[in-house]
T-cell receptor, first 115, second 114 residues
Framework: NAGVTQTPKFQVLKTGQSMTLQCAQD?????MYWYRQDPGMGLRLIYY???????DKGEVPNGYNVSRLNKREFSLRLESAAPSQTSVYFC??????????????FGPGTRLLVL | AQSVTQLGSHVSVSEGALVLLRCNYS??????LFWYVQYPNQGLQLLLK??????LVKGINGFEAEFKKSETSFHLTKPSAHMSDAAEYFC????????????FGTGTRLQVTL
């Protein structure tokens, strides 16, 4: 199993450009998440999807949109990139099971630089 | 709202010395707590998690953490540091809703010196 995969690994954008970060998981998990990581701030939740067909805002959703394309895939879109969106983006997935606390599994990250 | 506080953004220990990374939480309900490790240029890997089954939790790579409700703490320890333990460590608390959203601390970078 590949676990959680993310593409691309690294991207440079100019201010105002758009792009989509892709995430896929092969663990048949229901829940998926997008986080951003900035120095000294830990990881902050951007959006999450509790199950296929649902999405909800996290702590820092402004400037982003998401699509839960199917159970495997959860994409993050920047419509008009800004320098403040320079960050490392992590996708994660988890599965809620009766009587067990779910664990989130993380992808390797996408490093985004907005000039 | 749930939150975690990690004391010390950088910790330096000698190889073979005790590792102690501090985490305090704030939660209105019994929390689920996690420690993740991030090696340079990699994603996050679960070290251990507390789910109320036992207050002393053992994880991978010789790490363990003790849940202390009276102190609202979940500190991470390892008796003897190894050079390979150099990484950034994150404490996190989980939401207990439909999707278990994680709230992370700001992280502690562990340096191990000879």
């Amino acid at each position: 199993n590949a676990g959680v995969t993310q593409t691309p690994k690294f991207q440079v954008l100019k201010t105002g450009q758009s792009m989509t970060l892709q995430c896929a998981q092969d663990m048949n998990h229901n829940s998926m998440y997008w986080y951003r990581q900035d120095p000294g701030m830990g990881l902050r939740l951007i959006y999450y999807s509790a199950s296929e067909g649902t999405t909800d805002k996290g702590e820092v959703p402004n400037g982003y949109n998401v699509s839960r394309l199917n159970k495997r895939e959860f994409s993050l879109r920047l419509e008009s990139a800004a320098p403040s969106q320079t960050s490392v983006y992590f996708c994660a997935s988890s599965e809620k099971m009766a009587g067990r606390q779910e664990t989130q599994y993380f992808g390797p990250g996408t490093r985004l630089l907005v000039l | 709202a749930q939150s975690v506080t990690q004391l010390g953004s950088h910790v330096s220990v000698s190889e073979g010395a005790l590792v102690l990374l501090r985490c305090n939480y704030s939660s209105s309900v019994p929390p689920y707590l996690f420690w993740y490790v991030q090696y340079p240029n990699q994603g996050l890997q679960l070290l251990l998690k507390y789910t109320s089954a036992a207050t002393l939790v053992k994880g991978i790579n010789g790490f363990e953490a003790e849940f202390k409700k009276s102190e609202t703490s979940f500190h991470l320890t390892k008796p003897s540091a190894h050079m390979s333990d150099a990484a950034e460590y994150f404490c996190a608390v989980s939401d207990t809703g439909t999707a278990s959203k994680l709230t992370f601390g700001t992280g502690t970078r562990l340096q191990v010196t000879l």
